[in-house]
T-cell receptor, first 112, second 112 residues
Framework: DADVTQTPRNRITKTGKRIMLECSQTKGHDRMYWYRQDPGLGLRLIYYSFDVKDINKGEISDGYSVSRQAQAKFSLSLESAIPNQTALYFC???????????FGEGSRLTVL | GQQLNQSPQSMFIQEGEDVSMNCTSSSIFNTWLWYKQDPGEGPVLLIALYKAGELTSNGRLTAQFGITRKDSFLNISASIPSDVGIYFCAGLNTGTASKLTFGTGTRLQVTL
């Protein structure tokens, strides 16, 4: 089983719908991240959390919200999806002693 | 937000050839990381560099942390078909608010 699990892996939705992407991890890491990947733009940080009570905006947080339900769970929500939020979304975790990020397999979201 | 400039954007090479790619930044980092993303997967760490001037190898991969701390290089020797994917550099300044900044990616295609 993957250490960082994302659900759903693929989702097609319509403009205006609310969408939640979920992430769970078994690595015991405190730090969790949500990234968005678009062709030619690399990975851009949406939100990150260093523990259950800590939530921070990344560089592209507008239109998104997050919830850190537990150390192992970090969900990303789009309250009212729009077509330019069509992208591949990655959850990642990191321990406190290393710079290495461990990524999930990604959630591909299409907003029509 | 800050992004790292990664070049080339894409490469088509023949099996057996060597590959070089680089990453530059306008600001310094104290850690450089190189990731590879296979199709349909999340990025996976290849090499981590922690010291200016450091040269580190991982099999056929060699990466260097630039002396100015504003750049890094990745070389792949004797490429094989499974080297296909997107390679990302990432810079990090470790600390309590540390987060990675990713490059825009280099897409590598290997022909037989």
């Amino acid at each position: 089983d993957a250490d960082v699990t994302q659900t759903p892996r693929n989702r097609i939705t319509k403009t205006g719908k609310r969408i939640m992407l979920e992430c769970s991890q078994t690595k015991g890491h405190d730090r969790m991240y949500w990234y968005r990947q678009d062709p030619g733009l690399g990975l851009r940080l949406i939100y990150y959390s260093f523990d259950v009570k800590d939530i921070n905006k990344g560089e592209i947080s507008d239109g998104y919200s997050v919830s850190r339900q537990a150390q192992a769970k970090f969900s990303l929500s789009l309250e009212s999806a729009i077509p330019n939020q069509t992208a591949l979304y990655f959850c990642a975790t990191r321990g406190t002693s290393s710079g290495e990020l461990f990524f999930g397999e990604g959630s591909r979201l299409t907003v029509l | 937000g800050q992004q790292l400039n990664q070049s080339p954007q894409s490469m088509f090479i023949q099996e057996g050839e060597d590959v070089s790619m680089n990453c530059t930044s306008s600001s310094i980092f104290n850690t450089w990381l190189w990731y590879k993303q296979d199709p349909g997967e999340g990025p996976v760490l290849l090499i981590a560099l922690y010291k200016a001037g450091e040269l580190t190898s991982n099999g056929r991969l060699t990466a260097q942390f630039g002396i100015t701390r504003k750049d890094s290089f990745l070389n792949i020797s004797a490429s094989i078909p499974s080297d296909v994917g997107i390679y990302f550099c990432a810079g990090l300044n470790t600390g309590t608010a540390s987060k990675l900044t990713f490059g825009t990616g280099t897409r590598l295609q290997v022909t037989l």
